[in-house]
């Protein structure tokens, strides 16, 4: 097998190619959607590569390869053509997958006290990691809603999202509960 480079110069003027043909401007909300999914992932590995919580760890990497496959049906636009040409194999991410995402919260949420106050990202660095990997999703979010608008993508997509971002903020919770970290309280200018 020939070696394949990583470069292929056909983004050089600005534009990148699709999956199923076409090409975009890189600044494209379609790309900028997959880029950012493609970001809240890479920064979720910064954090399973040092943690020391096996099941929250094993939790991460499955999500890792969930959102892997949203970037793939993100960057595979025109639904409606593929599915005329049948070559749409169905959504990436179902009603199961959202529903996985709710038991976990659940279960990990009966480790940690019911919230009292607004909590500041913080506490140990590995929680402090998973918000920014929370506020990260939440973008994704809001760049999923605005391209939603203009071209079709999967519901289940924009569920799952709103539901990890839940979940990456339980687990911040949790990781600072284990370390015997207290969580950083927010005090407002008339609280203290």
Known sequence: MENQKIYTRTGDTGE???FGGGRVSKDHLRIECYGTIDELNSSLGIVTSSLNDQDISNCLTKI????FDIGGELATPNIEKRKLEKQYVGPQVADM???EIEKLINQFDEE???LQAF???GGHQHAAQIHLSRTICRRAERRLVQL???EEISSEIIRYI???S???FTLARVINKRHGIEEPQWQGKNNT
């Not at 890792?64 to 959102?67: E, F, P």
């Open 16 to 18: 990148t190619g699709l």
């Open 112 to 114: 940690i006290e019911p």
């Open 162 to 164: 709103n539901r990890l």
């Open 97 to 99: 997958d959202i529903k």
């Open 166 to 168: 839940d979940l990456l």
């Open 64 to 67: 890792q390869s969930t959102l």
């Open 148 to 150: 939603n608008k203009v």
């Open 119 to 121: 909590i500041l990202p």
